[in-house]
């Protein structure tokens, strides 16, 4: 298994089947998007939740059609011990998979597979905020290490949006070098709604939830898509493993909002609430026909009226 920080600066570009082992964060979404950025094809979400699942998709492997498209397989375990018995070959001459979600790497596994095994591990500072700062020069920005912290701060639990939002300060302001002056006004106009709030106004009942949505721009939704899917993933992985609450959730008021969460619901009701949130991702990527926004708010306001 290769430490993230020794893979070679083109590692995306010889590989076609890759597995991240290690908590998801800063590190993982980086490499993934590193990945499916090179790759610029169509990608598809799967969730595997049990050996029938691992099944399932080795049968949707198996019988392709001739018509199909050259796409990623972004593959998210929800147990570490589903990666040995997904068992998906090594190259295919259409697919190319990125299975994650996988915290421990199982016993053996290296002698059964050739696939790249990537170690990842959960960033903290200083070394966080470097991190946010290559990121920040490979989509063209130089930002400061006090602006960094900043953002490391503000996107704590949701590491996923940190290069959309790098990417937007880019369109922004448009220029090579940004100033902390002009990151405070993007985390500012971000923290009116974040993510996490909206996670943490879904146990505030329905009628708080709709006020709420009023607020909500347009451009908003796909990065509070995002955010509910991260949340419900990591609710799963503390519902199989109670003990990585505080590695999924390291901020007092994400712990207890979490908890919150886990007492409402089983883990077949969250394995439940994930698949439905990955059915909406193809018309977020305007592969499908359905308004994401519209069928969020039914899902979002579903949730709060169950955890009222």
Not at 271 to 279: A, C, F, P, Q, Y
Request: glycine share 4%; charged share 20%; proline share 5%.
């Amino acid at each position: 298994m290769t430490p993230y920080y020794k893979l070679p600066k083109d590692w995306y570009k010889k590989n076609e089947h890759v597995t991240f082992i290690g908590p998801e964060g800063l590190i993982s979404h980086h490499l993934i998007d590193q990945f499916c950025t090179h790759h610029n094809i169509k990608r598809k979400s799967h969730l595997i939740s049990s050996t029938a699942d691992c099944q399932d998709l080795r049968a949707k492997l198996a019988t392709q059609s001739l018509f199909s498209e050259p796409e990623i397989w972004l593959i998210r375990l929800a147990q570490d011990k589903l990666l040995p018995t997904l068992n998906l070959p090594n190259q295919h001459p259409e697919k190319k998979f990125i299975v994650y979600g996988c915290e421990k790497k199982p016993k053996n596994l290296e002698k059964t597979t050739s696939q790249l095994l990537v170690q990842t591990y959960y960033m903290k500072e200083p070394y966080a905020s470097t991190m946010i700062q290559s990121i920040a020069l490979e989509k063209g920005i130089n930002i400061s290490t006090r602006a960094a912290k900043w953002i490391n701060l503000c996107y704590q639990g949701h590491e996923s949006l940190i290069p959309s939002f790098l990417e937007k300060t880019k369109m922004v302001y448009n220029t090579q070098s940004v100033s902390d002056e002009q990151i405070k006004p993007l985390l500012s106009a971000s923290g009116l709604l974040t993510p996490f709030d909206m996670i943490q106004f879904l146990s505030d009942g329905p009628e708080k939830i709709s006020v709420y949505f009023k607020s909500i721009q347009d451009t908003q939704w796909a990065g509070i898509y995002w955010s509910i899917a991260q949340h419900w993933r990591k609710l799963l992985q503390c519902k199989e493993n109670p003990q990585q609450l505080k590695t999924h959730f390291p901020w007092p008021n994400q712990q207890k909002t979490a908890n919150t969460h886990l007492n409402c619901y089983t883990y077949a009701d969250l394995s439940k609430h994930l698949n439905e949130l990955i059915t909406l991702e193809v018309s977020l990527k305007g592969f499908g026909k359905d308004n994401i926004e519209n069928h969020l708010k039914v899902w979002l306001l579903k949730r709060s009226i169950e955890l009222k």
